[in-house]
T-cell receptor, first 110, second 113 residues
Framework: EDQVTQSPEALRLQEGESSSLNCSYTVSGLRGLFWYRQDPGKGPEFLFTLYSAGEEKEKERLKATLTKKESFLHITAPKPEDSATYLCAVQARTGNQFYFGTGTSLTVIP | ETGVTQSPTHLIKTRGQQVTLRCSSQSGHNTVSWYQQALGQGPQFIFQYYREEENGRGNFPPRFSGLQFPNYSSELNVNALELDDSALYLC????????????FGPGTRLTVL
């Protein structure tokens, strides 16, 4: 069964304190792994797509990496505006369905 | 280029009623997917429409149905509402069923009393 597990559920960081969020997955043939940011009461905002193990992508203070079983979202020197829930999703090669994790709620304290 | 829009923003219904939620896809996108997101959970896939036909369905009962129109807009209909249907309903559009990038709308918050 295709599934996605994210950890930790919640993370509080001081401004400037770097950390990583984890997304472990099981899928019958990975088409892509996706990271989204979601602010309270809003729809998810697309961040990254990763396709194969070893791939990395960066955007401002965020860097996403992928292995055969998990992905990490590294946050370097976070700012309060990075506070949000970060969602991970996978899409299998067969079918059109995206499977989402429950997210990591990140709070960055000034 | 316009983004994905949804209406209404909020909706309150009572158990047993029917509801229709609307989504306008991003310009040029012919594929729309609908998701249910309960509080504190990740989005759960309901179904996808491509060129006005259902193109995949998640583990939701038949009382959840949809339509997609030639102008790329779409509807999610839910009959016989239950308390557990209270959630944020999201639509996401993409340029094709195998396009990996989905763009989400702001969602409709449905409360069933």
């Amino acid at each position: 069964e295709d599934q996605v597990t994210q950890s930790p559920e919640a993370l509080r960081l001081q401004e400037g304190e770097s950390s990583s969020l984890n997304c472990s997955y099981t899928v019958s043939g990975l088409r892509g792994l996706f990271w989204y940011r979601q602010d309270p009461g809003k729809g998810p905002e697309f961040l990254f797509t990763l396709y194969s193990a070893g791939e990395e992508k960066e955007k401002e203070r965020l860097k996403a990496t992928l292995t055969k079983k998990e992905s990490f979202l590294h946050i370097t020197a976070p700012k309060p505006e990075d506070s949000a829930t970060y969602l991970c999703a996978v899409q299998a090669r067969t079918g059109n369905q995206f499977y989402f994790g429950t997210g990591t709620s990140l709070t960055v304290i000034p | 280029e316009t983004g994905v829009t949804q209406s209404p923003t909020h909706l309150i219904k009572t158990r047993g009623q029917q509801v229709t939620l609307r989504c306008s896809s991003q310009s040029g996108h012919n594929t729309v997917s609908w998701y249910q997101q309960a509080l504190g959970q990740g989005p759960q896939f309901i179904f996808q429409y491509y060129r006005e036909e259902e193109n995949g369905r998640g583990n939701f009962p038949p009382r959840f149905s949809g339509l997609q129109f030639p102008n790329y807009s779409s509807e999610l209909n839910v009959n016989a509402l239950e308390l557990d249907d209270s959630a944020l309903y999201l639509c996401a559009s993409s340029s094709g069923p195998e396009d990996d990038t989905q763009y989400f709308g702001p969602g409709t918050r449905l409360t069933v009393l």
